[in-house]
């Protein structure tokens, strides 16, 4: 077993080292050689290696988030993106809203419950061996969040196919609008629609331009023998 050690090191410092295992550092880039004198009461031996140590550069990872929309609707998809440099091929994302973890990600998250104030914030991890950083912090987001309208619709009577159009009334607040199987203009055609059971919708846009809807069945009978009331005798 060898007794001393002479290491050199070129471009390290330090350049030179007795320790038997030494610990240097390199300021640059680069392929560097490695030589060790190992000497005992027999002799000495030298090996030498070229290119034996390779030192890369650190790269600074970054990370800016956007959002598909910072005023949206209630409970309408909120999409956040993450956009990196120097990050790896597959950076990890934790998202975070009003400074609670909220979810692991490797992409953009995708939101549905967020509440009008709410702040997203993301940490990422990259996915490099060489970064000035591995931990990086985001830019926050504030969301504001627009209530949807009040929508409420009475229910309908049952009606006879023979029955002729009728106009659709019961939505609330006033000046939605009706659709549905045989509606036309708010006006409801039981005979276009046919004998069995609808789904009639009442959409209404609120004044912030958030939409809202209700929905009610209608149904349809055959007429006689079966008694029948009509729609239109209330």
């Not at 909120?78 to 091929?89: D, E, K, Q, S």
């Amino acid at each position: 077993n060898a007794t001393s050690f002479a290491w050199s090191f070129p471009g390290a410092s330090p350049a030179t080292s007795t320790l038997a295992n030494p610990v240097v550092t390199y300021a640059t880039s680069g392929n560097y050689a490695v030589t060790l004198i190992a000497t005992n009461a027999a002799g000495a031996d030298t090996i030498v290696q070229t290119a034996f140590v390779t030192v890369s550069q650190a790269v600074t990872p970054t990370l800016n988030i956007t959002s598909s929309a910072t005023t949206i609707c209630s409970q309408q998809l909120l999409t956040l993106t993450p956009n990196v440099t120097n990050a790896g091929g597959n950076p990890s994302y934790f998202w975070y809203k009003n400074g609670n973890f909220k979810s692991l990600n490797y992409g953009p998250l995708s939101i549905t419950d967020a509440q009008n104030g709410d702040v997203y914030k993301c940490v990422m991890r990259p996915d490099l061996d060489c970064v000035t950083n591995d931990s990086v912090i985001s830019n926050s987001i504030t969301i504001t969040v627009l209530p949807l309208p009040t929508v409420s619709l009475s229910d309908f009577a049952q009606v006879c196919s023979s029955n002729p159009p009728f106009t659709l009334t019961g939505g609330l607040p006033v000046g939605g609008t009706y659709s549905g199987n045989g509606v036309s203009n708010g006006v409801f055609d039981p005979q276009v629609a046919g004998v069995g059971g609808h789904v009639i919708t009442y959409t209404v846009t609120g004044a912030n331009g958030c939409i809202n809807q209700a929905t009610k069945n209608i149904s349809v009978e055959s007429g006689p023998p079966k008694p029948c009331i009509s729609y239109n005798n209330f």
